[in-house]
C-alpha cells in the first residue's frame, strides 16, 4: 500500500480507518486534536460517521451507543477531557459494548498546553481497562488496530495513551488494507441496564478479564524483551525510545523491557526479565506506574536489586523525560565516565529565548478585556477566567484573569465567590466553544440560584487554541456539512438571562459604556462580545505611528500588550499588525492612523 509521511495523531486516526472504524467523536483539545480533524479530512473516502461534540462526556455517550450497536467506535480527546468523560467510562467498563470502543487519551508530559499532568494509565487501572501505551507513530498506528481488535473480541473499552512527543512526532508509515466492520444492530437486551446485581456480577467478571489479559499481553507482540547484561531498564512510551538512545550513547548493553501494555502489566513477562537482571532502572513519564507493578512484583518473587525509579529518588516525578535526562541518571547511578559529546553535538544551535504565549495582534479578545478593564474601573470586580485561548488575559499589561480551573469553571466558580461576597462584581469570561461545552449549566444555575454573575462571552465564532474546529455556533459540522447554527444568544435567553447586549469589543467605547450599564444591574447579566478569531480570515488593513504626532507618553505599549508593537526612539508597529484599529482607540493624540485597507 506504500508509506506516507504523518504524524502521529494522522497514524491513530489511519489505524482506525484499517481497523474498520464506523463512527468517531471527539472534543478537541491538544495534543488530540488532529485525530478527528483527519477523520473529518478523510470522512469522503469511507464509509464512517465523524463528529466534534459539545463536551467529552457527550462524545465518550455517542460512542458508546455505537459499540452496543455492534459498531466499531473511537473517541478522542485529552487527559484532562477524561476527566469530563469519566463518569460514561466508567459505567461502560462494567456494561461492556458489542462492538469496539477506542478512548483515545493524549497525555501531556511538560505539561504543554494542559492544567494538569495527569497520566491515563492511572486512570486505565482505576476503571480496570486495558490500556496501550505507544512509544512512536508507526506503534500509534498498530496499537490502534490492536485496540480495536481487542476491544470487539473482549467486548470492553480500550485505551490508547499516547503522549505529546507521540501525537506530534512525523514518521514514514506504511498502510495497510481497509478490514470494513458491518454492525449487527443493537439487540434488547437487560445486560445493558446497570443495576447493582448487573454491576456486581460485571465487577467480578472485569477482574477475571484482568488476569487472562495479563497473560495475554505476556504472551503477546507488544511488551518485547531484549537481552543484555545484568543491568535492567523497563521504560514505558517514549522513554523507551529516549532510553535505547541514551544507552547507545553511554555503550551499554542492558536488558531491556518495553511496555506496551502498563494495564494489566504483563506479569509473566516482567518475571522473565527480572530473572535476568541484579538491578532495575524505570522509565517512565509522569507516575510511577510500572515502577510500583514492578516493586510488588519484586517481592513476590523474591528480587533483592535495587529498583531505580521515581520513588527512590532517582528520576523525576513532573515534566517530560528526555534521553539527556536519562542518560545523565543512568551515568550518574552507574558511576560511569561523562559520554563524549555527540558527532556534530558542538552545531547544535543555542537555546531558544523564552517567549511567554500572548494573544495574537490584532485578538478581539484585547479589546474585549480591555474594555471591561476600563468600564469597571473603580468596582474592586473579580475576573473569573475559563479555558481557551483567552486564559491569557491573565498576562500583564491586562492582567483580567484572577481564576482559571478547567472548563466551565469560571461560571460556577464566580458564583461561589460572589455569595461570599455580596455586592462585589464577578465577571465571568467564557469563551463560545466553552460556552457550549460546559458553560450552559452554570449559566442556567446562575439564573437558577440568583447569583448574579456578569457572564462575558468572548464570542469568536471558532473553537481557537486547538486549531479551529466547528462548534454548534458555527452553522457547519466537522466534515464541512452545513447544519443550523445554534445561536448563543438564543440559548442564554432560554436559560433565562434577561439582561443581555450583544456588541462588537472592536468599538471600544460602545463597549465599556455596556459594562457599565452591567454593573449596575442587580441580576445575571451577559455580555455577548461577538468578533471573529484574526487566524479565520485575511487581514486588509494596518495601522501606523505617525512620529510627528505621536507625543512618546506610551500608552499604547503600556496598557494593550499587542505583540504588533514594538519600541525605538518612539513606539512603532510591526509587520504583524492585524488591523484591528483598537490602539487608535486609546492614542490621546491620535498618532495611530489607518493604512493599507484592501
Ligand atoms: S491595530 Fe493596533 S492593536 Fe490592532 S493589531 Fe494593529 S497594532 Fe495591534
Ligand atoms: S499612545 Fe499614541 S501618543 Fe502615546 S506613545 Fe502610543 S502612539 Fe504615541
Same mark, same amino acid.
Given at each position: 500500500?506504500g508509506?506516507?509521511?504523518?504524524?502521529?495523531n494522522e497514524a491513530?486516526?489511519?489505524?482506525?480507518v484499517?481497523?474498520?472504524?464506523?463512527?468517531?467523536?471527539a472534543?478537541?483539545g491538544t495534543?488530540?486534536s488532529?485525530?478527528?480533524?483527519t477523520?473529518a479530512?478523510?470522512s469522503?473516502?469511507?464509509?464512517?460517521?465523524?463528529?466534534?461534540?459539545?463536551n467529552?462526556?457527550v462524545?465518550?455517550?455517542?460512542a458508546?451507543g455505537?459499540?452496543?450497536?455492534g459498531g466499531r467506535?473511537?473517541?478522542a480527546?485529552?487527559?484532562?477531557?477524561?476527566?469530563?468523560?469519566?463518569d460514561p467510562?466508567m459505567?461502560?467498563?462494567?456494561i461492556g459494548?458489542q462492538g469496539?470502543?477506542?478512548v483515545?487519551v493524549?497525555d501531556?508530559?511538560?505539561p504543554?498546553?494542559?492544567?494538569t499532568?495527569?497520566?491515563?494509565r492511572v486512570?486505565a487501572k482505576f476503571a480496570k481497562?486495558?490500556?496501550?501505551?505507544?512509544?512512536?507513530?508507526?506503534?500509534?498506528?498498530?496499537?490502534?488496530?490492536?485496540a480495536f481488535?481487542?476491544?470487539?473480541r473482549?467486548?470492553?473499552?480500550v485505551?490508547?495513551?499516547?503522549t505529546t512527543?507521540v501525537?506530534?512526532a512525523t514518521?514514514?508509515i506504511?498502510f495497510?488494507?481497509r478490514?470494513?466492520?458491518v454492525?449487527?444492530g443493537f439487540?434488547?437486551?437487560?445486560?445493558?441496564v446497570i443495576?447493582?446485581?448487573?454491576?456486581?456480577?460485571?465487577?467480578?467478571?472485569?477482574?477475571?478479564?484482568?488476569?487472562?489479559l495479563?497473560?495475554?499481553?505476556s504472551?503477546?507482540?507488544?511488551?518485547?524483551?531484549t537481552?543484555?547484561d545484568r543491568i535492567?531498564i523497563?521504560a514505558?512510551?517514549?522513554s523507551?525510545?529516549?532510553?535505547?538512545e541514551?544507552?547507545?550513547?553511554?555503550?551499554l548493553?542492558?536488558?531491556?523491557?518495553k511496555?506496551g501494555t502498563?494495564?494489566?502489566?504483563?506479569?509473566a513477562?516482567?518475571?522473565q526479565?527480572?530473572?535476568?537482571?541484579?538491578?532495575?532502572?524505570?522509565?517512565?513519564e509522569?507516575d510511577?506506574?510500572?515502577?510500583e507493578g514492578?516493586i510488588?512484583l519484586a517481592g513476590?518473587?523474591g528480587?533483592k536489586?535495587?529498583?531505580?525509579?521515581?520513588?527512590?529518588?532517582?528520576?523525576p516525578?513532573?515534566?517530560?523525560y528526555s534521553a539527556?535526562?536519562?542518560q545523565?541518571?543512568?551515568?550518574?547511578?552507574?558511576?560511569l565516565a561523562?559520554?563524549?559529546?555527540?558527532?556534530g553535538?558542538?552545531d547544535?544551535?543555542?537555546?531558544l529565548? @523564552?517567549r511567554?504565549p500572548?494573544?495574537?495582534?490584532?485578538?478581539p479578545?484585547r %479589546?474585549?478585556?480591555? *474594555? =471591561?478593564? /476600563?468600564g469597571?474601573r473603580g468596582?474592586n470586580?473579580?475576573?473569573?477566567g475559563?479555558?481557551?485561548?483567552?486564559?491569557?488575559?491573565?498576562?500583564?499589561?491586562l492582567?483580567m484573569v484572577?481564576?482559571c480551573?478547567?472548563?466551565?469553571?469560571?461560571?460556577?466558580?464566580?458564583?461561589?465567590?460572589?455569595?461570599?461576597e455580596?455586592g462585589?462584581?464577578v465577571?465571568?469570561f467564557?469563551?463560545d466553544s466553552?460556552?457550549f461545552h460546559?458553560g450552559?449549566?452554570?449559566?442556567?444555575?446562575?439564573v437558577?440560584?440568583q447569583?448574579p454573575?456578569?457572564l462575558?462571552?468572548?464570542?469568536?465564532?471558532t473553537?481557537a487554541m486547538?486549531?479551529h474546529?466547528?462548534?454548534p455556533g458555527?452553522?457547519?459540522?466537522?466534515?464541512?456539512?452545513?447544519?443550523?447554527?445554534?445561536?448563543p444568544v438564543a440559548?442564554l435567553?432560554a436559560c433565562g @438571562?434577561?439582561?443581555?447586549?450583544?456588541l462588537?469589543?472592536?468599538?471600544?467605547p %460602545?463597549?465599556?459604556? *455596556? =459594562?457599565? /450599564?452591567?454593573?449596575?444591574?442587580p441580576?445575571?447579566?451577559?455580555?455577548?462580545?461577538?468578533?471573529?478569531?484574526?487566524?479565520t480570515?485575511?487581514?486588509t488593513r494596518?495601522?501606523r505611528?505617525d512620529?510627528?504626532?505621536?507625543?512618546?507618553?506610551?500608552r499604547c505599549?503600556r496598557?494593550l500588550?499587542?505583540p504588533?508593537?514594538y519600541?525605538?526612539e518612539?513606539p512603532?508597529?510591526?509587520?504583524?499588525c492585524?488591523?484591528?484599529?483598537?490602539?487608535?482607540?486609546i492614542?490621546p493624540?491620535?498618532?495611530?492612523?489607518?493604512v493599507?485597507?484592501?
Amino acid at each position: 500500500m506504500g508509506k506516507k509521511l504523518l504524524m502521529g495523531n494522522e497514524a491513530i486516526a489511519r489505524g482506525a480507518v484499517e481497523a474498520g472504524l464506523n463512527l468517531a467523536t471527539a472534543y478537541p483539545g491538544t495534543p488530540s486534536s488532529e485525530i478527528i480533524g483527519t477523520l473529518a479530512e478523510w470522512s469522503g473516502d469511507f464509509d464512517y460517521y465523524v463528529e466534534w461534540s459539545v463536551n467529552e462526556k457527550v462524545a465518550m455517550e455517542v460512542a458508546g451507543g455505537a459499540a452496543y450497536a455492534g459498531g466499531r467506535a473511537l473517541v478522542a480527546m485529552k487527559q484532562v477531557g477524561l476527566n469530563v468523560a469519566s463518569d460514561p467510562l466508567m459505567s461502560l467498563a462494567y456494561i461492556g459494548v458489542q462492538g469496539a470502543l477506542v478512548v483515545v487519551v493524549a497525555d501531556d508530559p511538560g505539561p504543554h498546553s494542559s492544567q494538569t499532568e495527569q497520566d491515563t494509565r492511572v486512570f486505565a487501572k482505576f476503571a480496570k481497562l486495558p490500556v496501550f501505551d505507544p512509544s512512536s507513530p508507526e506503534e500509534a498506528l498498530a496499537m490502534t488496530k490492536a485496540a480495536f481488535e481487542l476491544s470487539h473480541r473482549y467486548q470492553l473499552p480500550v485505551l490508547l495513551r499516547p503522549t505529546t512527543r507521540v501525537c506530534h512526532a512525523t514518521s514514514g508509515i506504511e498502510f495497510g488494507p481497509r478490514i470494513p466492520n458491518v454492525p449487527e444492530g443493537f439487540v434488547k437486551d437487560p445486560k445493558w441496564v446497570i443495576f447493582p446485581r448487573l454491576s456486581y456480577q460485571q465487577h467480578q467478571l472485569l477482574e477475571e478479564t484482568r488476569l487472562r489479559l495479563e497473560r495475554e499481553f505476556s504472551d503477546g507482540p507488544w511488551n518485547p524483551l531484549t537481552p543484555g547484561d545484568r543491568i535492567g531498564i523497563v521504560a514505558g512510551g517514549v522513554s523507551y525510545l529516549y532510553a535505547r538512545e541514551a544507552v547507545a550513547r553511554l555503550g551499554l548493553n542492558p536488558t531491556m523491557l518495553k511496555v506496551g501494555t502498563p494495564h494489566p502489566l504483563p506479569t509473566a513477562k516482567l518475571e522473565q526479565f527480572l530473572s535476568r537482571v541484579d538491578r532495575v532502572f524505570v522509565l517512565e513519564e509522569l507516575d510511577p506506574v510500572l515502577e510500583e507493578g514492578i516493586i510488588a512484583l519484586a517481592g513476590q518473587v523474591g528480587f533483592k536489586g535495587p529498583i531505580y525509579g521515581k520513588r527512590s529518588g532517582h528520576f523525576p516525578w513532573a515534566g517530560e523525560y528526555s534521553a539527556d535526562r536519562i542518560q545523565s541518571v543512568l551515568a550518574r547511578t552507574l558511576e560511569l565516565a561523562p559520554a563524549a559529546p555527540e558527532p556534530g553535538a558542538q552545531d547544535v544551535p543555542p537555546e531558544l529565548p @523564552v517567549r511567554p504565549p500572548v494573544l495574537c495582534a490584532g485578538c478581539p479578545h484585547r %479589546a474585549s478585556f480591555y *474594555a =471591561v478593564k /476600563r468600564g469597571s474601573r473603580g468596582s474592586n470586580a473579580i475576573y473569573t477566567g475559563d479555558i481557551g485561548c483567552y486564559t491569557l488575559g491573565n498576562a500583564p499589561p491586562l492582567s483580567m484573569v484572577d481564576t482559571c480551573l478547567c472548563m466551565g469553571a469560571g461560571l460556577t466558580v464566580g458564583q461561589g465567590l460572589l455569595r461570599m461576597e455580596p455586592g462585589r462584581p464577578v465577571f465571568a469570561f467564557i469563551g463560545d466553544s466553552t460556552f457550549f461545552h460546559t458553560g450552559i449549566p452554570g449559566i442556567l444555575n446562575a439564573v437558577y440560584n440568583q447569583h448574579p454573575i456578569k457572564l462575558v462571552l468572548l464570542d469568536n465564532s471558532t473553537t481557537a487554541m486547538t486549531g479551529h474546529q466547528p462548534h454548534p455556533g458555527m452553522g457547519r459540522t466537522a466534515c464541512g456539512g452545513a447544519v443550523p447554527q445554534v445561536d448563543p444568544v438564543a440559548v442564554l435567553r432560554a436559560c433565562g @438571562v434577561e439582561w443581555l447586549e450583544v456588541l462588537d469589543p472592536l468599538d471600544l467605547p %460602545a463597549t465599556e459604556a *455596556a =459594562v457599565r /450599564r452591567a454593573l449596575e444591574y442587580p441580576g445575571v447579566v451577559a455580555l455577548v462580545l461577538k468578533s471573529p478569531c484574526v487566524a479565520t480570515f485575511k487581514a486588509t488593513r494596518r495601522y501606523r505611528i505617525d512620529s510627528a504626532a505621536c507625543s512618546n507618553c506610551g500608552r499604547c505599549l503600556r496598557e494593550l500588550g499587542c505583540p504588533a508593537f514594538y519600541r525605538e526612539e518612539k513606539p512603532q508597529i510591526g509587520p504583524s499588525c492585524y488591523g484591528c484599529g483598537l490602539c487608535s482607540q486609546i492614542c490621546p493624540k491620535g498618532a495611530i492612523g489607518e493604512v493599507g485597507r484592501s
